[in-house]
């Protein structure tokens, strides 16, 4: 018999601006930010087709946003996934700040 995998973990990567999560030390997703001030503005999450359907992206996400609680910043959600998540997670929405031009005329520029 396998041994059950370890459960998901969700790391931080500043370097590279993204959270990731790991399904046995393997990377299966992405969800990808600048910090703009004390604003996170996530704009790209994806998970790896291999490990489609596990419910990754919610876990993801779901330890990404209270990463930026905890460290005392606001979520703009640019990111499609991002917006539907918190649509539905109502407690996110006290450090939640509208997706404005002006962000995404600064993340156009900061990510060219």
């Known amino acids: ?6 459960a998901p973990v969700v790391e931080r990567v ?7 999560i790991l399904v046995d030390g393997e990377r299966a997703g992405v969800t990808a930010y600048r910090d703009h001030g004390g604003q996170r ?3 790209h999450t994806e998970v790896d087709e291999a490990f489609a359907g596990q419910g ?16 005392g910043k606001r979520i ?3 990111c499609p996934y991002v917006a539907k998540f918190l649509k539905r997670h ?5 450090i939640t700040d509208p997706v404005t031009p002006e962000v995404l005329q600064w993340l156009t ?4």
Do not use: I, K, T
Not at 14 to 20: G, K, N, P, V
């Open 109 to 112: 520029a900061e990510l060219d």
């Open 14 to 20: 500043d370097a590279r601006h993204r959270y990731e």
């Open 41 to 43: 503005v996530f704009y």
């Open 56 to 71: 990754l992206a919610v876990q993801l996400v779901q330890q990404a946003l209270a990463d930026v609680r905890a460290s």
């Open 76 to 78: 703009v959600p640019v």
């Open 90 to 94: 109502e407690e996110f929405a006290d």
């Open 1 to 6: 018999m396998s041994q059950p995998s370890a």
